[in-house]
């Protein structure tokens, strides 16, 4: 039998709202900036790949956000919510991969890349969410 997770990790794993607020927030800019706003600020990534693809990460990272809040608070399907925290961990750790190769700064992208991992961590293996 195994042992409850302690009060102290479910509320370590609250982490989930605001990751959720910060990817929902972040996908929305990505989706409502103008084109040439994006072109501007992400330059040689829209000119190698588009701004089609700053639009999917956009929905991406808005869809991950719904994912990590919506299966826990329902509790249907909650095993949604440590899969759109893998997934977001995933576009981050991509994320952390492009900044670096251009010589930019990683913390931020590496905050979210650890926060992201330690909920996948915690939702798969300490502190599942029960279904109804």
Do not use: C, N
């Not at 330059?43 to 956009?58: A, C, D």
């Not at 991950?64 to 249907?76: D, S, T």
């Amino acid at each position: 039998m195994s042992t409850p997770p302690s009060k102290f990790l479910h509320i370590l794993l609250w982490i989930e709202g605001v990751l959720a607020l910060a990817f929902g927030m972040i996908g929305v800019t990505k989706l409502t900036t103008s084109e040439a706003d994006i072109i501007q600020q992400s330059g040689e990534l829209v000119e190698k790949y588009g701004v089609g693809l700053i639009r999917f990460i956009g929905i991406a990272e808005v869809l991950g956000a719904l994912g990590l809040i919506l299966p826990a608070a329902l509790r249907i399907l909650p095993i949604l919510t440590p899969l759109a925290s893998l997934g977001l961990a995933i576009i981050m750790g991509l994320a952390t991969a492009l900044h670096a190769s251009k010589g930019e700064p990683i913390v931020t992208q590496v905050v979210f890349l650890l926060l992201t991992l330690f909920v996948v961590w915690g939702r798969f293996s300490k502190a599942p969410i029960s279904a109804r």
